[in-house]
């Protein structure tokens, strides 16, 4: 009796070393496969946050946002090649009966540049200029935008509905015309966060309104 287990337990061995290996093989194959859709995510434009006050007679805007470059684009700021975002912020009265009309926006335009000579990543606006040593702080700090005015153009309604809007891009157009044409059309250039589009009554003092975004 004692002889008769013996086979029995060395051809269930073998058999399951027949299974974990094709199975070991699929998992590992599958990592490999989603390794580039992990990467692709990490570039891009991620609007996290979202804050709009009353501010005297107007309006002021302060948005939280991640920014990462691509390979592509790196190689560009390290060919000393300055890559403008621009935030766009729009509130619109839509109306049934007429156009619809643009009461209130804001246009906001930061450039990136790399000093191969420092080493040193600057950040340039026409309010402020500051470098900094690694392009991840850089990027941390042109993500965030604080207490931006807004221009008010129409006359504005506590009471309205309004739809607001909000995105953040790459301005190829402020771009060397040879790399525009190299840009255009291309996906490695081509980098924006969703545009953001809720509908809001305006703030107030005593009740400023805040979202999360993606």
Same mark, same amino acid.
């Given at each position: ?17 027949? +299974?974990?290996? &094709?199975?070991?093989?699929? +998992? ?7 390794? &580039? ?13 979202? @804050? ?19 390979? %592509? ?8 090649? +300055? ?8 509130? +619109? ?24 000579? %420092? ?37 504005? @309604? ?31 250039? @081509? ?24």
């Amino acid at each position: 009796m004692t002889a008769s287990f013996i086979p029995y337990c060395k051809k269930t061995d073998r058999y399951m070393g027949r +299974v974990k290996l &094709p199975y070991a093989s699929l +998992v590992f194959l599958w990592l490999i496969l989603l390794l &580039p859709a992990a990467t692709a995510q990490a570039e891009g434009i991620r609007i996290k946050n979202v @804050n709009l006050a009353a501010a005297g007679e107007g309006y002021k805007i302060s948005v939280d946002s991640e920014i990462a470059l691509n390979p %592509t684009l790196e190689q560009a700021l390290e060919k000393g090649i +300055v890559l403008y975002f621009v935030f766009k912020f729009s509130l +619109v009265d839509v109306r049934w009966y007429w156009l619809d009309d643009e009461v209130v926006r804001g246009k906001y335009r930061v450039g990136l540049r790399y000093y191969a000579l %420092t080493r040193q990543y600057h950040l340039n606006h026409a309010s402020f200029s500051q470098s900094f040593n690694t392009l991840t702080e850089a990027l941390q700090v042109m993500g965030r935008l604080h207490d931006f005015t807004l221009t008010v153009k129409s006359e504005l @309604n506590q009471n309205t509905d309004y739809i607001a809007s909000l995105r953040i891009w790459l301005d190829l157009t402020r771009m060397p015309k040879p790399f525009q044409v190299e840009a255009f059309g291309s996906s490695r250039w @081509n980098l924006s966060s969703d545009k953001l589009e809720w509908s809001m009554k305006l703030p107030t003092p005593e009740q400023p309104f805040q979202m999360k975004g993606q």
